[in-house]
């Protein structure tokens, strides 16, 4: 039986997505990314280029949050997962599924939300769809995108040495769901970070990029294990140096939450050459979404896996079971 | 209030699309068909080539009917809207929704419908979404596509003395779920068309086609008059002309339904210059899934919209309202 675990990023859904729909499907690849990659996006060698592609459903409620909204959150997640690989993004798709005897003044406000998102990252919506059904208490948005990319970069593109830097204060968005769903004694300021990197991306695109990846469903948790295990490498990180707010870190504290499996998204972590690091963190820095950017640790080949130096020890960072609060996204 | 005519095809859904989408998106096209255009697929041009790109959410109840299920549904209808623009399918993306508690060995059967239908149109599936949520009670697939066209073929390129056909028998899918769906008195052997069309359409992309359109919801009569009304000119289609099975056509008239706006899922309507029409015709005829086609009637400058002969005179084929069975895809 499917649980909300098995959409929540994490070891269930890869195993889930190993087990039943790479086992079964044959035709997975073209020629660059597949279905088997599992990376954030799908590439098709077309001539010279390549054709990024790919897809997302957002099933977040509530669906208005602090920060944000399931329509800001539609075009920044796909916009998002097309820019990681290396891809400007072209265009997208936009498919609504809507529960009979909704109310559209809702629509409208996610539709102005989708519009400003898309205009904020400069990238037209092509195409679309919408279905009205019953047996559905809230609406559900797909995203697809298509992105073109001189170079795919991929997940398991991580080089022994490489630095790992984080674009920013994590776990902000899965918290700011979790705030707006259960009514706690305590009130903050914590807000969802959504927001489209594509114009962030491409400023660092032409140096040495080794892996990209935004750390969603699973939190950075989730994305430094793949990145480590896909590219056969260890990764070392900081605490110290894991950008987060005061108040995201108290939060997480009395909630008992572990901010490194919480999901972001406005976030990118990304493995680039040593030699590159520091000119890379600058560029992140200089734009407004980067501006809290971080170099918290390194790749390495001396262990497996990805480890924390807390100051008083090394912890294991483990893929989580699943994210800590499901439906973020 | 949204209800589940807005989700049928035909006139309220445009009407929706139109009032809500169309009007607060603005940023809705690259260079080539945009969300404007209320094409099959959006286009891009790339160097010397289209990218096409669509999307499409299935919700179709019951999942499981006779002549198929969502699973062969959600890759045969995004390839058919990626073929009808003229374009060669490259990718499709899957993205499920799951209800919470849902049964695993429903998704296996569905994923094992996709597969074959993927090698059937050989296309590959490259990228990929899961999301689990509670408050659905039955699984949504969303399929994305990309493909490549030489020259794009758009619903506005009717031109006056094209010859109009149709691939073959009409109304079986929608009467089919319609039938699976309730208790009748009667039983028949109406089973779903729904079925990838592109290799049969790759082997007339060499003629002079001037448009084409798969005539999903709102049937074939939605599909004419759109046609007719992009293009700026009418469609007489002739009665006795138009392919239909004895059973369906009776099932229609014991229902009261009109025939015309009933969804098909693997038809494709053909707007061809006459001098390519009857090689037009024989190739499709050569096809499996062609071999009840037929020249059904020509485009004039005679008059507007659709009027179809039917022996004792003419009838105006307007749009539907709505499909009159919803959730049929």
């Known amino acids: 039986m499917i649980t909300k675990m098995h959409g929540a990023g994490g070891r269930l859904m890869i195993e889930f997505i190993k087990n039943q729909i790479l086992k079964n499907i044959e035709l997975k690849k073209v020629n660059g990314l597949g279905l088997d990659d599992l990376d954030d996006a799908g590439t098709i060698k077309l001539d010279d280029k390549h054709i990024a592609f790919t897809t997302d459903s957002y099933t977040v409620k509530p669906i208005f949050f602090p920060g944000g909204d399931i329509g800001r959150l539609a075009v920044s997640g796909t916009v998002n997962d097309l820019s990681v690989v290396g891809a400007k993004p072209l265009a997208l798709s936009l498919a609504f599924i809507i529960p009979e005897g909704y109310d559209e003044e809702k629509i409208e406000r996610i539709i102005k939300s989708i519009n400003k998102t898309s205009k904020e990252a400069e990238v037209a919506i092509i195409a679309g769809d919408t279905k009205v059904t019953d047996g559905l208490d809230e609406i559900i948005i797909n995203t697809s995108g298509v992105g073109v990319a001189e170079k795919v970069i991929k997940d398991s593109g991580v080089k022994d040495g490489d630095a790992i830097i984080v674009s920013g204060n994590i776990a ?39 892996a990209m990846k935004d750390p969603t469903r699973g939190g950075l948790a989730e994305a430094l294990n793949e990145l480590a295990e896909k590219s056969s490498v260890g990764i070392t990180i900081f605490e110290d140096k894991i950008p987060i707010s005061d108040e995201v870190s108290s939060v997480c504290e009395i909630l008992g939450l572990d901010p490194l499996t919480i999901a972001n998204e406005g976030k990118v972590v990304i493995a680039v050459d040593k030699k590159d690091a520091e000119e890379c963190l600058e560029r992140l820095r200089e734009h407004p979404l980067g501006k809290n950017a971080e170099i918290i640790g390194y790749a390495t080949k001396e262990h497996k896996g990805v480890l924390m130096e807390t100051g008083i020890g090394k912890r294991i960072i483990d893929y989580p079971i699943g994210d800590p609060i499901p439906r973020v996204c």
């Open 172 to 210: 902000e968005h899965g918290l700011a769901i979790l705030l707006s769903r259960e009514e706690f004694e305590f009130e903050t300021n914590i807000k969802s970070d959504v927001a489209p990197l594509n114009k962030m991306i491409e400023n660092i695109l032409d140096l040495e990029i080794s």
